[in-house]
């Protein structure tokens, strides 16, 4: 069991270990792409996660979270060993649609993989959330060492980059042939029929309570702005002027800036208290948005890292949150879900984004986000604070 999670751990480290990530946009750039473009192929990527989200997560369910897993990571490395080979807009277009079922094949199967095992070696639902702190923390980890690798190589050039990512992809999927499945995922799974399966999700996520939905829906709204800062951040790094080698220590720096925040939740929520942390989530990635606004070079760098925090925490919290709440059975599907709603609302956002930039500037976008995050903030978060009390089922501890 402890070598099941360990290995899980490892993958977490190792997943998000994409070397080229740190500098996607400055390299596209050189390619021809520009920002609309860029965008919109983020886009492309997320609406091909967002279709194959669900079915993928009750593939995990039913058919095997290792085998999916197994299968998503192959397919993802594969697609990276050929990302060398393209070189225009239409080559990177197919390198999205790949990566976009592949990334959708892990999605949620490695959280619910992680959290099965933890239950199995006889681990308390109440320490999920150190759990997954800890996997947080591990995934964060393993991309901020990776931008500091991708900062080193691509001072050589963005083909060394690209070969050593290509190389370092495949370790993920070596990892996964060590899991074996939980027992308890497979004899759950098998119970089910596939035709109660949507109705019985639908009915835990969407129908069980207020406070169920609101936690489900911050989930999405949390993801999908961080998935826009991230290649927000970048584009304000190149405006600022920064080295490419900078890139990779700013966003080994912010990556870990999130990791340790969601390695903190849990202490955060018995410390301070549920309402405090859930505040800090939605308050911080305004002030980070209005602050990078306001301020150009290191100083909005620096207020950048608030928006980190607050994800960091929400990451944790809102998902720890679903999962005292979703049984083994259908795990891997619920957290699909969140996934494909987070893809969906990346899918309208980041274009528009995208187009603000090039036709208005960074500030100006930067401005309006901030806005938004505000506005998500007053009708999605502020009713979970109200409800707080009611998210935790009787019984259980807060760490």
């Not at 079922?101 to 639902?125: C, F, K, P, Q, T």
């Not at 042939?177 to 969407?206: C, F, M, N, Q, W």
């Not at 998935?227 to 080698?245: E, F, R």
């Not at 939740?265 to 989530?281: E, I, N």
């Amino acid at each position: 069991m402890n070598k099941n999670v360990r290995l899980l751990y490892g993958f977490s480290f190792f997943d998000p270990f994409m070397i080229v990530i740190p500098v996607w946009v400055p390299y596209l750039a050189t390619q021809g792409i520009t920002m609309r473009q860029f965008m919109e192929l983020q886009a492309v990527f997320a609406i091909v996660i967002l279709c194959g989200e669900v079915p993928s997560g009750l593939l995990s369910d039913l058919w095997g979270r290792k085998k999916t897993l197994l299968l998503g990571s192959t397919l993802k490395a594969v697609s990276f060993s050929l990302l060398p080979l393209w070189s225009n807009y239409e080559g990177f277009l197919c390198y999205h649609l790949t990566m976009g079922i592949a990334l959708s094949m892990i999605s949620g199967g490695d959280v619910a993989l992680l959290y099965e095992w933890h239950l199995a070696a006889g681990g308390e639902r109440s320490r999920g959330t150190a759990v997954l702190g800890n996997m947080k923390l591990a995934g964060q980890t393993g991309a901020a060492a990776s931008a500091l690798l991708g900062g080193a190589v691509v001072t050589l050039s963005y083909g060394h980059l690209l070969w050593a990512n290509a190389i370092l992809s495949w370790i993920p999927m070596l990892l996964v042939l060590g899991v074996t499945e939980p027992p308890a995922a497979l004899a759950e799974g098998k119970k089910r029929k596939r035709s109660e399966d949507l109705k019985a999700i639908l009915s835990t996520t969407l129908g069980r309570d207020g406070a169920t939905r609101f936690v489900f829906f911050n989930l999405i709204a949390s993801g999908a702005a961080g998935l826009v800062m991230v290649w927000t951040h970048q584009k304000y790094w190149q405006d600022s002027g920064l080295p490419l080698a900078y890139f990779g220590v700013l966003f080994a720096s912010y990556n870990l800036i999130f990791g340790f925040a969601g390695r903190a939740a849990a202490l955060a929520t018995t410390r301070y208290g549920q309402r405090t942390v859930f505040t800090a989530v939605g308050v911080l990635p305004v002030i980070a948005c209005l602050g990078m606004a306001s301020f150009s070079g290191w100083g909005g760098i620096l207020l950048g890292t608030l928006g980190q925090i607050g994800r960091g925490l929400g990451s944790v919290v809102f998902l720890n949150t679903l999962n005292e709440k979703i049984s083994s059975a259908f795990r891997a599907t619920v957290i699909s879900m969140a996934q494909m709603g987070t893809r969906a609302s990346f899918a309208l956002l980041g274009p528009i984004v995208g187009y603000g930039i090039d036709a208005w500037g960074l500030q100006s976008v930067l401005s309006a986000l901030g806005v938004l995050f505000a506005i998500a903030f007053v009708l999605l978060l502020l009713p979970l604070v109200l409800r707080e009390p009611r998210l935790r089922p009787a019984g259980a501890s807060s760490v």
